[in-house]
T-cell receptor, first 108, second 114 residues
Framework: EDQVTQSPEALRLQEGESSSLNCSYT??????LFWYRQDPGKGPEFLFT???AGEEKEKERLKATLTKKESFLHITAPKPEDSATYLC?????????FGAGTTVTVRA | DVKVTQSSRYLVKRTGEKVFLECVQD?????MFWYRQDPGLGLRLIYF???????EKGDIPEGYSVSREKKERFSLILESASTNQTSMYLC?????????????FGPGTRLLVL
């Protein structure tokens, strides 16, 4: 059975304090890994797609990396507006499986 | 920009009522999906559709049905609402046949069943 695990569940950061979120997966036939951002009461907003180990994508203060077993979302010098829940999803041949998310709170 | 809209942001229904949740996308996407999201459980797939009048069960289809009469519209139906169907419901669409493309989400409908 496909499994996607995100850690930590919650992360509290001071503004400017860089950190990383982890998404580990056990799936057969990985076709892609997605990162989404979700604000309270809203739908997930697409951030990145990674397709193969070694691939990296960047957007503003966010950088996503992928290995054969996990992905990291690095937040560099975060600001309060980066506060959100970050969701990881893994695409296999049959479906998209989501992790439970990491809720990030950035204090000014 | 891709736009996925859902008919209601908040709904309150009573146990046993029939509930319709509507989703519309404006980008001519082939694939559409319905998920529910619950704290600690992540997003779980209820049903999806690759084409008009076509539907496939997801991981948790029990108690739900769907309808796709037009390419841009995908409806989720709760035949007889129960309290354990209180949840956040999210619709998504993606542009290609199969499941290999980015899914774009609507704003969600928060359903409370009393």
């Amino acid at each position: 059975e496909d499994q996607v695990t995100q850690s930590p569940e919650a992360l509290r950061l001071q503004e400017g304090e860089s950190s990383s979120l982890n998404c580990s997966y056990t799936v057969s036939g990985l076709r892609g890994l997605f990162w989404y951002r979700q604000d309270p009461g809203k739908g997930p907003e697409f951030l990145f797609t990674l397709y193969s180990a070694g691939e990296e994508k960047e957007k503003e203060r966010l950088k996503a990396t992928l290995t054969k077993k996990e992905s990291f979302l690095h937040i560099t010098a975060p600001k309060p507006e980066d506060s959100a829940t970050y969701l990881c999803a893994v695409q296999t041949t049959s479906r998209l499986s989501f992790g439970a998310g990491t809720t990030v709170t950035v204090r000014a | 920009d891709v736009k996925v809209t859902q008919s209601s942001r908040y709904l309150v229904k009573r146990t046993g009522e029939k509930v319709f949740l509507e989703c519309v996308q404006d980008m001519d996407h082939e694939n559409m999906f319905w998920y529910r999201q619950d704290p600690g459980l992540g997003l779980r797939l209820i049903y999806f559709s690759y084409d008009v009048k076509m539907k496939e069960k997801g991981d948790i289809p029990e108690g739900y049905s769907v309808s796709r009469e037009k390419k841009e519209r995908f409806s989720l139906i709760l035949e007889s609402a129960s309290t354990n169907q209180t949840s956040m419901y999210l619709c998504a669409s993606s542009p290609q046949a199969g499941l290999a493309e980015t899914q774009y989400f609507g704003p969600g409908t928060r359903l409370l069943v009393l």
